[in-house]
């Protein structure tokens, strides 16, 4: 089965998974109309602790539902996961696949072959005699592609698309928030086990940060220095963004994942770092997103499943 990174659109509705270490987030939409989107429905399923009951917990919650062979759509983060910007001639297709292979060769554990690459187009820039690509490009293992689209098939689900979630997440800010020319826009995305930073400009995700030690997880040890710890990987990955990307300002920078509901951090954040920050609301929009009770107390969750629930297979 291909795993497309990019999207493909169709005529059927579909379930949004985000299949997290400590949560499982589900969002399903309709459209009763060609500009009308509504919530139809929302949950989220504590992860399991036991590795070995993920199937089992799985299929109980397709039967539940009665979700059976209903297609899904699925964002993950791994460690295998790698995205970076890359700057190529422009080449032939299958050429251009095989570059990009290459300039990602330092991070494979092992042979570039047991990994799926896949990019996406920033821009182009044209001189009088070649053109350049901008690209970001994704490596991730196929092992862990193959293992997730088994998983979802065998709990009764019919797995069409999975991408990385920092792209599903993308896809949510920049519908709510569609940058124009020269706007950028950061995410901080705070899970149980990792956190990152992502910037978003010219309508895409452009730029994606690991930021250690300041997960969920950590911030319980960290306690009231969490928020300081947190401002300092955020700065550093804004600087190494800035530099990169000759960026001189970030207008916003919205707060996703469990950690985003942490008191005042938001506040906190605006104030170390010089920049409004916020808590992300995917649901702006939504009709009958007030239905549901999750909608309003952890919006913050569900980002990610939101923006797949977009798609259509």
């Known amino acids: 089965m291909k795993i497309p990174f990019l999207k493909n659109w169709g005529p059927k509705d579909c379930i949004g998974l985000d299949l997290g270490k400590g949560e499982?987030?589900?969002?399903?939409?309709a459209r009763?109309?060609?500009?009308?989107?509504?919530?139809v429905f929302l949950d989220s399923t504590p992860a399991p602790k036991d590795p070995d009951r993920i199937l089992?917990?799985?299929?109980?919650?397709?039967?539940?539902?009665?979700?059976?062979?209903?297609?899904?759509?699925?964002?993950?983060h791994d460690d295998t996961l790698h995205m970076r910007k890359l700057e190529l001639p422009r080449m032939p297709p299958e050429d251009l696949k095989e570059a990009v292979r290459w300039q990602l060769r330092d991070v494979a554990d092992g042979s570039m072959d047991d990994y799926a690459v896949h990019f996406a187009t920033l821009k182009e820039n044209m001189?009088?005699?070649v053109t350049r690509l901008t690209l970001l490009g994704y490596a991730v293992k196929k092992s862990v592609l193959k293992e997730l689209e088994t998983l979802l098939t065998k709990a009764g689900?019919?797995?069409?698309?999975?991408?990385?979630?920092?792209?599903?997440?993308?896809y949510t800010?920049?519908?709510?928030?569609?940058?124009?020319?020269?706007?950028w826009i950061g995410t901080v995305?705070?899970?149980?086990?990792?956190?990152?930073?992502m910037a978003i400009g010219q309508g895409k995700l452009q730029y994606v940060k690991y930021l250690p030690h300041v997960s969920l997880e950590a911030a319980q040890t960290l306690s009231e220095n969490y928020p300081a710890q947190l401002a300092v990987e955020i700065q550093h990955a804004i600087d190494a963004f800035s530099i990169g990307y000759q960026i001189e300002k970030i207008e916003r920078i919205f707060l996703t994942g469990?950690?985003?509901?942490?008191?005042?951090?938001?506040e906190r954040l605006s104030q170390n770092i010089g920049i409004r920050t916020q808590i992300l609301d995917p649901f702006q929009g939504l009709e009958q997103a007030n239905n549901f009770p999750l909608a309003q107390q952890k919006p913050f969750l569900f980002g990610a499943a939101l923006g797949l629930a977009f798609l259509q297979p």
């Open 56 to 76: 089992e917990i799985l299929k109980e919650v397709v039967s539940q539902k009665n979700w059976r062979n209903m297609p899904v759509a699925l964002s993950f």
């Open 258 to 266: 469990g950690g985003a509901a942490l008191p005042n951090l938001s």
């Open 24 to 29: 499982w987030k589900w969002a399903k939409i």
């Open 189 to 197: 995305d705070i899970g149980w086990k990792r956190a990152y930073f």
């Open 173 to 183: 800010v920049e519908r709510l928030f569609p940058t124009i020319e020269n706007e």
């Open 32 to 39: 009763p109309a060609p500009e009308r989107c509504k919530l």
């Open 127 to 129: 001189t009088t005699d």
């Open 157 to 170: 689900l019919k797995p069409f698309f999975i991408e990385p979630t920092p792209v599903s997440l993308a």
